[in-house]
């Protein structure tokens, strides 16, 4: 009976220092336990290891993306699920009118009011780009082309096509 106590405790405290590892967001490395409860302590650790591996490559790809958006000459303007501006490139900042950081987390529609942007916004379906005129500049015109990426997030690329336009008139 003393000797299923003892064992009792002992588990007991290797369980709790495990609950006080996974609680502690400062220490990275399991403690030592043995048995059952060091399987189960250096599985987890090795899953959170995987899971910050990932999340870090993931980080990396996202920056390199948008460093890649950054240096395009046409507008990129990445929208959440909600219809919120979630980041934008400076020729988006040029072109659309938006300012950063105030705009970031407001609502496309309410930066955009084209009537015909809004109604292609709302209608959901991007099969075809729309040509409107610039917001900031009712003399230029952009080509608006957005798809959908990720789970439901948006991403609108604009293109300045007054040249293209006028070249088109003559």
Not at 78 to 98: E, K
Not at 103 to 117: A, Y
Request: hydrophobic share 45%.
């Amino acid at each position: 009976f003393i000797a299923l106590v003892l064992y009792l405790v002992w588990f007991l405290w290797q369980l709790k220092r495990i609950h006080d590892w996974l609680r502690s967001e400062s220490s990275l490395d399991p403690p030592e336990c043995a048995g059952i409860l060091g399987y189960i302590s250096d599985r987890i650790y090795r899953l959170q290891k995987n899971q910050r591996n990932e999340r870090e490559k993931l980080e990396a790809d996202v920056e390199y993306l948008r460093a890649s958006f950054t240096s395009l000459s046409d507008a990129v303007v990445m929208i959440n699920q909600r219809g919120m501006i979630d980041w934008c490139n400076p020729a988006a900042v040029r072109f659309l009118g938006l300012r950063l950081p105030t705009d970031l987390k407001r609502p496309i529609v309410n930066l955009l009011r084209d009537p015909s942007f809004i109604a292609y916004f709302e209608k959901g379906s991007f099969d075809e780009p729309i040509t409107i005129s610039a917001p900031m500049d009712s003399e230029r015109s952009l080509y608006i082309q957005m798809s959908f990426f990720g789970e439901g997030n948006i991403l609108l690329f604009a293109r300045d096509i007054t040249e293209i336009l006028k070249l088109e008139q003559m």
